[in-house]
């Protein structure tokens, strides 16, 4: 009885004392409202992408950046604002995301196909059927009507490290096939040199435009770090120092945003487990990576 007093104890003091306010503003899939120091990426991504409203196809994407220079965040941004502004105008866009580092999402040639196709409302079989038939399914799909398909790939190296870059020279293809709808892909990478190791024969189907994100500084760390404390904690929650000691971690692992905000996060967890209203320099630091 005891025992669960105590637990009742803890679990109660998670419950009425929290310093949180949001905290899914801390977690890795949170798209904010506004994405500060990169509003010429943001730009240039938009232009690229710009004319599928008029339903015309846009040049392939490829981006490239070290981890957490904001590479995802910058084109789901851009892909629910594009999304919202086609569905003003009554214009069919569709832009499908996957990540190819998921197990089982693109890991061979017919599970990305399956994924896509899923994407776009039906269900098929993970496996038995034979390739040729799911880009026939696909195609059927998209080509009933005069639309634009927009693919975004995302860590689009590991599925090529997986499979081959074959399935990319298949994809660009099937617009040869396509009466109504056409086709483009965003490809985002982490490996700087991702289009190198390429089939140069492949890589001229993609005939593509790339984008590189440099890393944060300290001082844009700093930034991005404040503005999401403000939605992630209660008002004199966070003590000082501890934004600049995040930052300061974060940027001598290449300017990771997402290294800063985990460091925050866990901060705060920290902490919330010790019972303390505040946090202070004693809960930040860098903790192992999974």
């Known amino acids: 009885m005891e025992r669960k007093e105590e637990l009742d104890a803890i679990f109660e003091s998670f419950i009425r004392k929290t310093i949180f306010k949001n905290k899914l503003s801390l977690q890795i899939n949170y798209t904010p409202e506004t994405i500060p120091h990169r509003e010429e990426q943001i730009k ?134 396509l009466n109504n709808a056409q086709i483009s892909l965003v490809g985002i990478s982490n490996n700087l040199k991702f289009l190198d190791s390429i089939d140069p024969r492949v890589k001229s189907s993609l005939s593509e435009e790339e984008i590189l994100f440099p890393p944060y500084n300290a001082i844009q760390l700093q930034d991005i770090l404040r503005r999401r404390a403000e939605e992630a904690f209660k008002p004199g929650v966070v003590g000082e120092g501890v934004i600049e000691k995040c930052a300061a971690y974060a940027a001598r692992e290449h300017g990771d945003a997402r290294r800063a905000i985990d460091l925050l996060r866990v901060s705060g967890e920290l902490a919330e487990r010790e019972g303390k209203q505040k946090i202070c320099l004693l809960y930040t630091s860098p903790s192992p990576r999974d």
Do not use: W
């Not at 990540?99 to 269900?123: F, M, P, W």
């Open 44 to 177: 240039q991504v938009a232009r690229i992408l710009g004319p599928s409203l008029r339903l015309e196809k846009p040049s392939n994407l490829f981006i490239y950046g070290l981890t957490g220079t904001g590479k995802t965040l910058v084109v789901q941004y851009v892909r629910k604002e594009l999304l919202r502004k086609a569905a003003e105008q009554n214009n069919l866009l569709l832009m499908p995301y996957i990540n190819c580092k998921l197990r089982k999402v693109a890991d061979t040639e017919y599970r990305i196909l399956t994924e896509l196709i899923r994407k776009l409302g039906v269900n098929l079989p993970s496996t038995g059927l034979p390739t040729q038939h799911l880009y026939h399914r696909f195609t059927s799909l998209i080509d009933s009507r005069k639309q634009v398909l927009i693919i975004i790939l995302d860590e689009i190296d590991q599925a090529v490290a997986k499979i081959g870059d074959e399935f990319l020279y298949n994809l660009t293809r099937l617009n040869s096939e």
